[in-house]
């Protein structure tokens, strides 16, 4: 049964970075579309950043994620990454790690496979 695992959530400071990881079971990550979304409470879901498979490549950041925010893949360890950097209050949310075959797409609803979340704080 297919399976990711978000981890390396947590409070920060506005400026600081966070790595999280999202570890996959039963899923190849190397032949799947691969994206990570968020949801601030009280707010919808939002694409953040996805990368397609090892073929068909690509990476897609989020407008207010561009320039501080990258995707990346292990693919020996069957794990994606979201390298966050100068994160920002506005950044605060429980992050998603999502999984699709095909190519990538921006809305949450074309995703099979979630992950559980993690929490990320970032205090002004």
């Known amino acids: 049964q297919a399976q990711l695992v978000e981890s390396g959530g947590g409070l920060v400071q506005a400026g600081d970075s966070l790595r999280l990881s999202c570890a996959a079971s039963g899923l190849p990550v190397s032949i799947y579309a691969m994206a990570w979304f968020r949801q601030a409470a009280g707010k919808e879901r939002e694409f953040v950043t996805a990368?397609?498979?090892?073929?068909?490549?690509?990476?897609y950041y989020a407008d207010s994620v561009k320039g501080r925010f990258t995707i990346s893949r292990d693919n020996v360890k069957n794990t994606v990454y979201l390298q966050m950097n100068s994160l920002k209050p506005e950044d605060t949310a429980v992050y998603y790690c999502a999984a699709k075959g095909g190519r990538v797409v921006y809305d949450g609803m074309g995703y099979n496979y979630w992950g559980q979340g993690t929490q990320v704080t970032v205090s002004s």
């Open positions: 990368m397609g498979n090892s073929w068909s490549g690509g990476t």
